[in-house]
């Protein structure tokens, strides 16, 4: 079970992607990214966010520590937004709060590089889960203290939205030529060889266990949310053995131009290097 927070004060929305999260602080004194289980995209977002958040710590990936959060929809009364207001009054009791990383910034493929091993790495867990939402227009990593943090995995794992077909989606290819790291050559080799091993039927339904029953109740087809838990196992351990196989890459990776040079070239390092696992 993911420890447990309750919401003491929200401070600010987030309006950089799609589902309004804001950042809470709560009563550990810590401060949270809060995704609400009122947004639009629903509980299932909410399911994928902590199963591939946790599984990507678990793989040594740095993902922000993840908590669960009860919110009174009451600490919003001094919102003037509507739409906050709104969102927080959908999203009574439990929500998924993630640590705020603060003077982070969104990664740029241009102005930041990654080496090809933690490329890989990331890539590689990417298609495990069938990440959608980390192309270069929307690459949902950040940048902190020079290292890359992993955030926003609530578009990944499609199959759970249709069950039945479950099985032949997690079969299907990966995509990665839109990935925002696929211009720094991926080693998805080396990265399936590492990570390929851990990910056991052990690992992830310790991972599973960390979603809140209340999220997971009353999906039609299974009789328990203990089954459910066991689907989402079977979908990822299926998949963890051979997706390196089936990850597809343009050549030519797409990426932006880049910028004139008059407004770098006076930079000491361009592109800033971020730091390897090995540096950490
Ligand atoms: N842990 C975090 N620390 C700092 N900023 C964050 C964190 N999580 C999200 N953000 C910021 O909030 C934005 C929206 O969050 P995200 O999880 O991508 O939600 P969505 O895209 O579903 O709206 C991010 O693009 C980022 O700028
Ligand atoms: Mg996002």
């Known amino acids: 079970m993911l420890t447990e927070v309750i919401a003491t004060r929200y401070v600010t929305p987030l309006r950089e992607g799609g589902s309004l999260p804001g950042i809470v602080e709560a009563d550990d004194l810590g401060t949270y990214v809060m995704k609400f289980t009122g947004a639009g995209q629903g509980r299932k977002t909410l399911v994928a966010e902590v199963i591939c958040g946790r599984l990507g710590q678990r793989l040594g990936l740095r993902v922000p520590r993840l908590v669960q959060m009860q919110l009174d ?6 919102e003037p937004d509507q739409e906050v207001q709104e969102l927080l009054k959908a999203s009574g009791g439990l929500n998924l709060g993630m640590d705020y990383l603060p003077g982070s910034i969104g990664f740029d493929p241009l102005a930041y590089q990654v080496d090809p091993v933690e490329a890989g790495r990331v890539v590689w867990f990417d298609a495990l889960i069938n990440n959608v939402d980390r192309s270069w ?4 990593m950040l940048v902190w203290h020079g290292d890359v943090w992993l955030i926003d995995h609530g578009a990944t794992m499609i199959w759970h939205h249709n069950w039945p077909t479950a099985q032949s ?8 030529s839109d990935h925002v790291l696929a211009p720094f050559g991926p080693d998805i080799a080396a990265a399936a060889e590492a990570l390929a091993p851990l990910v056991t039927r052990e690992l992830l339904t310790e ?25 989402y196992v079977d979908a990822l351990l299926t998949r963890a053995a051979t997706v390196h196989e089936r990850i597809s890459m343009q050549a030519q990776a797409k990426a932006p131009s880049k910028p004139p040079g008059w407004l770098t070239d006076h930079l000491p390092e361009w592109p800033h290097k971020t730091k390897k696992k090995s540096d950490s």
């Open 73 to 78: 929809p009451v600490i919003g009364l001094g």
């Open 207 to 231: 991972v599973a266990a960390d979603v809140p029953d209340e999220w997971l109740v009353d999906e039609p087809g299974f009789d328990s949310t203990d089954a459910l838990r066991r689907a």
């Open 137 to 140: 227009r929307n690459p949902n």
């Open 169 to 176: 989606a997690a079969a299907k290819p990966y995509n990665a």
